[in-house]
């Protein structure tokens, strides 16, 4: 499996926190994901990032923060959270090249619950 | 990206083949398909990818018919361990970095 860790793990919070989620590769990948999971719909991308510092937005942006400021680490902040922001959350990983197919790696989640 | 359409779920038994078609028929030229499958809690985990014909690894085989218009993901005698959702997708080389879009996929439950 890639290396890639989350944590936490699992997470309580209050409304209005805020929380920051970590993801950490050890496979030197250029691009890192932030994807949320939730009944009903899928993984739907909340943010990505291309590199140091270089990071876009996914169809699920809003409430979300991210920043990378090292290529192992990509960091999720939700600035105030919400309800409606409990979750599962997964990051991935993958070693894209322009024109190629693409392969993405999963870590094993984070669960938050937002009261 | 090409919408995909799996079945929401399927039974199989231990020692049995298992085959489950993904239709795709607004697949583009450049698109090409990946499968995933996800165990309860824990992300997903890749498993095959193809252009057309047949793929086939150490885990799955993967059919795509001439016309690419559906794929089919092969996994050979399964086991308990196998029961997961298992996900379609269609990915545009190139052109959808990040966006993979994992609909609902299929519930696998395989029964001893």
């Known amino acids: 499996d890639a290396g890639i860790t989350q944590s936490p793990r699992h997470k309580v919070t209050e409304t209005g926190t805020p929380v920051t989620l970590r993801c950490h590769q050890t496979?030197?990948?250029?691009?890192m994901y932030w994807y949320r999971q939730d009944p009903g719909h899928g993984l739907r991308l909340i943010h990505y990032?291309?590199?140091?510092?270089?990071?876009d937005k996914g169809e699920v942006s809003d409430g979300y923060s991210v920043s990378r400021s090292k290529t192992e680490d990509f960091l999720l902040t939700l600035e105030s959270a919400t309800s409606s922001q409990t979750s599962v959350y997964f990051c991935a990983i993958s070693s894209y090249t322009q024109g190629a197919e693409e392969t993405q790696y999963f870590g094993p989640g984070t669960r938050l619950l937002v009261l | 990206l090409a919408k995909t359409t799996q079945p929401i779920s399927m039974d199989s038994y231990e020692g049995q083949e298992v085959n489950i078609t993904c239709s795709h028929n607004?697949?583009?030229?450049?698109?090409?398909i990946t499968w995933y499958q996800q165990f309860p809690s824990q992300g997903p985990r890749f498993i095959i990818q193809?252009?057309?014909t047949k793929v086939t690894n150490e885990v799955a085989s993967l059919f795509i018919p001439a016309d690419r218009k559906s794929s089919t993901l092969s996994l050979p005698r399964v086991s308990l361990s196998d029961t997961a959702v298992y996900y379609c997708?269609?990915?545009?080389?190139?052109?959808?970095?990040?966006?993979?879009?994992f609909g609902r996929g299929t519930q696998l439950t395989v029964w001893p």
């Open positions: 990032s291309y590199g140091v510092k270089d990071t």
């Open positions: 193809g252009y057309k």
């Open positions: 607004n697949i583009a030229t450049n698109d090409y």
């Open positions: 496979e030197n990948h250029r691009y």
């Open positions: 997708l269609v990915v545009g080389r190139g052109s959808t970095l990040g966006r993979l879009y």
